[in-house]
């Protein structure tokens, strides 16, 4: 067996997930360092912030990457058997962390700037995102292109999600592709678009002055689904991502190719491993949620 690992994205926590973290000194330590690094209280944020705070974009984006660097942290000793790492959106710079290319405190900081950076962004339009469930690929685009919307993540699986003004995802939903149904999502804008641009001029000037390592493990781009073995080209991909869509499709596909034939997701877990009993199915999977879950992320690995 060969083994993926791979971390969330937005919207992926909830109130209170990290209070099982905190009840083992270790990873209670690690937070309060990765806090440090995101000058925000992740601490509260991942055990008393009510639903409303933690969507925050600006907060959102840290808190996610910190609890995929917890769990990541009880698996690294195992990183030489892993086939290799990947993220969905902002889930990539905790890839990027877990494969080398950046320390942990470096994508913290990357993350709150990328986090802020998008909030502002979203602030200028009225924009927002929905997935789209079912129904023919080629209608939907169509339908896109009359509207004047955007592909923002091509998740495989019969789901995509697209951004864009608020008036047209509203027709969008009024009037869904034959055979798809459309779930507005409680995000802040359309991101993974054109919006977002500000965003990324933004997140390029911070990532200029971090230190980059070439990745010691294989790492999976959300741009094309391709393997990057420049930690520099990986970071430029980071960036420009911010608004262009994400490729989780392709992302498995290549797992697929590669011949892995076992997926971790880190803390806040659960939507990629949804997203694999779809469009990977058969495939095992581990959804690391608690501490409790990482016995069997352990075992899945020392099976390879």
């Not at 970071?235 to 596909?253: E, F, H, S, T, Y």
């Not at 199915?281 to 075992?299: F, H, Q, S």
Request: net charge negative; glycine share 10%; hydrophobic share 50%.
């Amino acid at each position: 067996m060969s083994v993926v690992v791979v971390a969330p994205g937005q919207g992926s926590q909830t109130p209170g997930f990290l209070e099982p973290w905190l009840a083992e000194p270790r990873f209670a330590e690690h937070l309060g360092a990765l806090a440090e690094a995101a000058g925000l209280d992740l601490v509260a944020h991942g055990t008393v912030s009510d639903a409303d705070t933690i969507r925050d974009t600006a907060v959102a984006q840290p808190l996610i990457v910190a609890a995929s660097l917890l769990a990541f942290s009880a698996l690294a000793g195992h990183r030489d058997r892993l086939a290799g790492v990947a993220g969905h959106s902002v889930g990539e710079f905790a890839a990027a962390a877990a494969a080398g290319i950046l320390t942990e405190s470096d994508a913290l900081a990357l993350v709150r700037e990328r986090g802020s950076a998008m909030a502002q962004a979203a602030a200028l339009e009225a924009t927002g995102m929905s997935a789209v469930i079912g129904g023919e690929e080629g209608e939907l685009l169509a339908k896109l292109d009359d509207l004047g919307l955007s592909p923002a993540n091509y998740n495989g699986g019969g789901q995509l999600v697209v951004a864009g003004d608020l008036g047209a995802l509203a027709q969008l939903a009024d009037n869904p592709p034959a055979g798809a149904r459309v779930i507005p999502l409680q995000v802040a804008g359309a991101f993974h678009t054109r919006y977002m641009q500000p965003a990324v001029d933004r997140l390029r000037a911070a990532a200029a002055s971090v230190a980059v390592a070439d990745p010691a493990t294989t790492i999976w781009t959300n741009s094309d689904g391709s393997a990057v073995s420049s930690g520099a080209a990986f970071v430029d991909l980071l960036v420009g991502q911010v608004a262009n869509p994400v490729r989780w499709d392709l992302c498995m596909a290549a797992f697929e190719k590669a011949g892995v034939t076992g997926l971790i997701e880190l803390a806040p877990a659960g939507a990629l491993v949804g997203l694999a009993k779809r469009g990977l199915k058969g495939l095992p999977t581990v959804a690391v949620k608690t501490p409790d879950d990482i016995p069997a992320a352990i075992a899945l690995i020392e099976q390879s």
